[in-house]
């Protein structure tokens, strides 16, 4: 298996009022393989959020090693580290992050916008590609308050799919969603994985959620306990 990210004796740490330290990850050592389906799994407080914003670039740790594609990037400079989170991971979140203020289609191809390389693709033909397949091509004038959550859902899973990445980081991504609509967006997740071998991480604290992923990996008090 291929590993695509590798974290080595992750530590991070924040400083609060007078002084007083948080560690909020503890010696983490974990890697993903291409074409993985896991789950990153644990109660509120546990440091699965943290650990998915190092996993995504969203934040450096305190200490260790963060290697993409077997390229060690720690000492990689904030516009290196921004290049590198664009192209290389998309997200999805509990609660959409779409903006109103631009159409689905304008949502969905975003992200190519703060592209710093030409992109061998037309982004807005790409964008109804696969807003085809996720059946929500209708809704491309439409604005996000105007849809239902599944649809939005959707929306914001074509958006980190317009980058073609490597790694889909999907954070509580049923969360705001009624039972049939969560189980059609896990269906979709693992869908993209199995087709397009695409690496999938779902952040999760339900275990039910879990259960849908062909590896589960469990943190608590900011330690993986069980991979």
Excluded at 79 to 105: D, M, P
Excluded at 166 to 172: C, K, M
Excluded at 176 to 202: A, C, F, R
């Amino acid at each position: 298996m291929t590993p695509i990210v590798r974290i080595e004796h992750i530590e991070k740490t924040y400083e609060l009022d007078d002084a007083v330290k948080f560690t909020a990850l503890s010696d983490v050592s974990l890697t993903l393989h291409k074409g993985e389906f896991s789950a990153l799994i644990g109660p509120s407080g546990s440091g699965k959020s943290t650990l998915m914003h190092i996993i995504g670039l969203l934040d450096k740790p305190t200490k260790g090693k963060i290697f993409i594609n077997e390229k060690d990037i720690s000492n990689f400079s904030d516009n290196e580290i921004s290049t590198l989170r664009n192209e290389f991971v998309g997200f999805v979140f509990q609660q959409f992050n779409l903006i109103n203020k631009l159409t689905v289609i304008e949502n969905i191809i975003l992200p190519t916008v703060y592209a710093r390389k030409d992109l061998a693709y037309d982004p807005v033909k790409k964008a109804h590609e696969i807003m085809e397949k996720f059946g929500i091509a209708e809704k491309a004038k439409s604005y996000p308050n105007r849809i239902s959550g599944g649809q939005q859902q959707r929306v914001a899973i074509a958006r980190s799919l317009i980058m073609s990445p490597s790694l889909i980081l999907a954070d509580e991504p049923t969360g705001n969603l009624d039972t049939k609509t969560g189980n059609e967006i896990m269906k979709l997740l693992k869908e993209l994985n199995e087709k397009e071998n695409i690496t999938v991480l779902i952040v999760t604290h339900e275990h039910d959620v879990a259960e849908k992923t062909k590896r589960k990996i469990h943190i608590v008090d900011g330690k993986i306990v069980k991979d």
